[in-house]
């Protein structure tokens, strides 16, 4: 009977061994799986990773160790897929290029997009008829005897921050496992291989810079596949256009509006840093972070962009001097009121660490390790989320009113308290007691709202923030609500003491999240941790921008907590969830014990989900490094 029990268990562990034997003969050259430039110890710890992944099926708990857990999770490494033949020879690789700068750093999203781009100079017929139109318009964008350069840029899970980042709040950020990757290469104008239809405007027009891009994905929403225009296009004179004009540019065709988050990082570049392009540039965009899911495919767009670009024309960018600069792109030319965190998350995060920003603008306070019991996930509720949103836009206009409320209050306040102090024109509402003059003063110049304390927000102001305003009763009674990137309707009603409130508490709601990260491993400290991301939530939901999705995910994951801490046998493994960037759709984010019955519970909220909706949700899962950390890649393909 013994050996009968035990002999599952030694067929499963002679598979294990056969499994990292073989990786270990292919990583030990190089060939699959991760760069042959690490070491033979990190080699072997990969393959024994992989050799425990190989083995897992879910519901089945085959004991895996901790630090594998953590190995997965920092190296984000997956089995390469098995080599597809086509006509009885072997499709494309990465193995194709020479890496001549940078490494892949075992991310196997990196070596299928080189794959992909190896496997341009061939022809599927497998390939469905609009994903062909793609692939034939970027097949003929790059040289093959030219260097070509990639950069990686990933999305990012929202775990507390979310829309108080314009405010300047304290946000945790985790930059997750999807990413967008971008190929370019720059040519004399001259030389560039050119589409049919550019190759007449050059004949018309002379050998001038053209810019040439090609949007892997194309078949999945309802953008074109491609974009092209004349650099040249971008100047007024010897200036660069005005980022207004690049807007109405850009919107005169809906379905190459996507190419704003490109081609703008372009203009942005010309404008702020002075840089001039006499190249052509052909630019390939694949991205695997999925779009309207709140976990900033934008962002992952423009930072790697951005990044490629940087790194063929040589420029020396610090990732945050970057994040600020794709922020420009999407404020000013795309034209979305959003903060910066989600352009530093993806410029500026690292693997299993969640970004530690305060956003006055954008300075990174710390990368915070994730503890080894704690796991984050993210759920898509399936309803789309943009920040160019109508509720992004309005809730973002009502807090700067708030603000602007709160500062003319407290010069109110200065006048009645001490007269002889300076004042400005704004009516106080009623007497107030007597404060200290230097406290005042601050608050009367407050730049950001997350710099007021609830305590004070409740103290002196709270009382006379009004639940709605419209534009017009506000600019009458306050001017300017001094926003550069929304203008207040005259005609709408705005709401005003939800998104002023939001801000101010959720920022003290960061920071008490942060600090309890540190704390004793207990099920009290992650019940406090959820019980902040609740509470963001429904705070959410007060400004306006919940939806049904998403409360529905929220409420899944309470339920299943609920019957848990009630059960006599075995306490929760989930422990909270809130709505994430944007709002209004999206995603969610959950917060769990890192263990095998947090997986399965997840797996049964996506069933239930669909079962009352239709809709299996997306799992977002893992982190990968930010583009800073990944740097950028100079390939040539080996047969060139």
Same mark, same amino acid.
């Given at each position: ?24 003969? $292919?990583?030990?050259? !190089?060939?699959?799986?991760? &760069? #042959?430039? =690490? ?5 072997? /710890?990969? +393959? ?109 899970? $929202?775990?507390?921050? !979310?829309?108080?980042?314009? &405010? #300047?709040? =304290? ?5 997750? /496992?999807? +990413? ?113 899911? !709140? ?15 940087? +790194? ?329």
């Amino acid at each position: 009977m013994r050996l009968h029990c035990e002999r599952p268990f030694i067929l499963s562990f002679y598979f294990f061994v056969q499994v990292a034997a073989h990786i270990l003969q $292919d990583t030990a050259v !190089g060939k699959k799986y991760i &760069s #042959g430039k =690490l070491s033979g110890a990190r080699r072997l /710890r990969d +393959a024994i990773v992989l050799g425990y992944q190989l083995q897992r099926a879910p519901g089945r708990d085959v004991g895996i160790p901790e630090w594998y857990s953590l190995s997965e999770k920092e190296i984000g490494v997956r089995p390469a897929p098995a080599s597809r033949r086509i006509n009885g020879s072997a499709e494309s690789s990465f193995e194709d290029f020479e890496i001549l700068h940078g490494d892949m750093q075992g991310l196997t999203d990196t070596m299928a997009f080189l794959t992909s781009l190896s496997g341009l100079v061939g022809n599927d017929p497998r390939i469905p008829e609009k994903q062909s139109r793609e692939r034939t318009a970027a097949s003929v964008l790059f040289d093959l005897e030219e260097d070509i350069y990639v950069a990686r840029a990933p999305g990012r899970l $929202d775990v507390m921050g !979310g829309i108080a980042d314009y &405010s #300047g709040s =304290l946000v945790l950020q985790m930059p997750i /496992r999807e +990413a967008c990757h971008v190929a370019i290469q720059r040519s004399d104008p001259v030389k560039q291989k050119l589409w049919k239809h550019t190759q007449a405007r050059q004949l018309a027009n002379g050998a001038v810079p053209i810019l040439q891009i090609v949007s892997f994905g194309s078949e999945l929403s309802n953008r074109a596949p491609t974009f092209d225009m004349d650099l040249s296009d971008f100047m007024d004179g010897d200036k660069p256009i005005s980022y207004e004009k690049a807007k109405e540019y850009f919107s005169q065709d809906p379905s190459q509006k996507w190419a704003a988050y490109v081609a703008g990082t372009v203009l942005v570049l010309m404008t702020e840093l002075g840089v001039q392009f006499t190249d052509s540039m052909s630019i390939l965009v694949s991205s695997s972070v999925p779009e309207g899911k !709140g976990v900033s495919s934008s962002a992952s767009v423009e930072v790697a962009t951005m990044s490629a670009i940087a +790194a063929v024309y040589g420029l020396n960018i610090a990732p945050r001097d970057l994040a600020i600069l794709c922020q420009k792109v999407e404020n000013h030319i795309v034209g979305a009121p959003c903060g910066v965190m989600d352009q530093m998350t993806s410029a500026c995060g690292e693997a299993n660490k969640l970004l530690a920003m305060v956003c006055q603008p954008a300075e990174v306070k710390e990368l915070v390790s994730i503890p080894t019991h704690i796991r984050f996930w993210g759920l898509d509720s399936g309803i789309r989320h943009s920040v160019g949103g109508t509720d992004y836009g309005s809730v973002r206009v009502g807090t700067y009113m708030g603000r602007k409320m709160i500062k003319c209050a407290a010069s109110d306040l200065i006048s009645q308290s001490f007269p002889s102090a300076p004042t400005q024109s704004c009516d106080a509402s009623e007497e107030y007691e007597k404060y200290g003059v230097d406290l005042l003063k601050s608050e009367a110049s407050l730049q950001y709202l997350c710099n007021l304390p609830p305590h004070r927000y409740e103290a002196a102001y709270a009382r006379d923030i009004p639940e709605f305003i419209t534009g017009d009763e506000f600019k009458e009674k306050y001017g300017d609500h001094n926003d550069a990137v929304t203008v207040i309707d005259p005609k709408r009603s705005y709401s005003v003491k939800a998104p002023t409130r939001h801000p101010i508490y959720e920022n003290f709601r960061v920071e008490a999240f942060k600090a309890l990260l540190t704390a004793a491993k207990t099920d009290e400290q992650l019940s406090a941790l959820g019980e902040l991301m609740y509470q963001c939530h429904y705070s959410y939901n007060a400004c306006g921008l919940g939806s049904d999705g998403t409360d529905r995910l929220v409420n899944l994951v309470q339920e299943i907590q609920h019957r848990k801490t009630t059960s006599q046998h075995e306490g929760p493994s989930l422990f909270g969830a809130k709505i994430t960037g944007g709002g209004s759709g999206g995603s969610v984010c959950v917060i769990g014990k890192n263990s095998l019955k947090s997986s399965e519970e997840i797996f049964e909220i996506q069933k239930r989900y669909k079962a009352a909706t239709g809709y299996l949700p997306i799992v977002f899962e893992g982190s990968s490094p930010g583009a800073g950390k990944f740097g950028y890649l100079k390939i040539r393909w080996r047969s060139a």
